[in-house]
């Protein structure tokens, strides 16, 4: 008889807000290097509204080819500019 394999895949939380959150550090990045949003939207080819955006983290989803172009412009990488925050454990929040 066969041992039953675990499933190594968690079940997704019914409510979104447990899955974590990402973080763009767009607005960390700009302050570190005394970078313009306007000096970026120019070098980036991209609306400042849509900078804007990402450096308040008011992005529902992240565009690859937009993230390419900010890692370019700042020279940095992708790490750097974007971060998962995994939810608290539910023994962490008591």
């Known amino acids: 008889?066969?041992?039953?394999k675990e499933n190594p895949l968690r079940q997704l939380?019914?409510?979104?807000s447990d899955h974590g959150e990402i973080r763009i550090h767009?607005?960390?990045?700009?302050?570190?290097r005394d970078i313009s949003l306007n000096q970026l939207s120019f070098r980036a080819e991209m609306q400042r509204t849509?900078?804007?955006n990402?450096?308040?983290n008011k992005i529902q989803r992240?565009?690859?080819d937009i993230l390419k172009r900010l890692c370019y412009v700042l020279d940095?990488?992708?790490?750097d500019l974007i971060e998962y925050i995994p939810a608290e454990d539910s023994s962490e929040r008591q």
């Open 1 to 4: 008889m066969r041992n039953k």
């Open 13 to 16: 939380p019914v409510n979104s």
């Open 26 to 32: 767009l607005k960390e990045i700009l302050e570190e």
């Open 50 to 52: 849509q900078l804007r």
């Open 54 to 56: 990402y450096r308040d």
């Open 62 to 64: 992240l565009d690859i």
């Open 76 to 79: 940095c990488d992708l790490h």
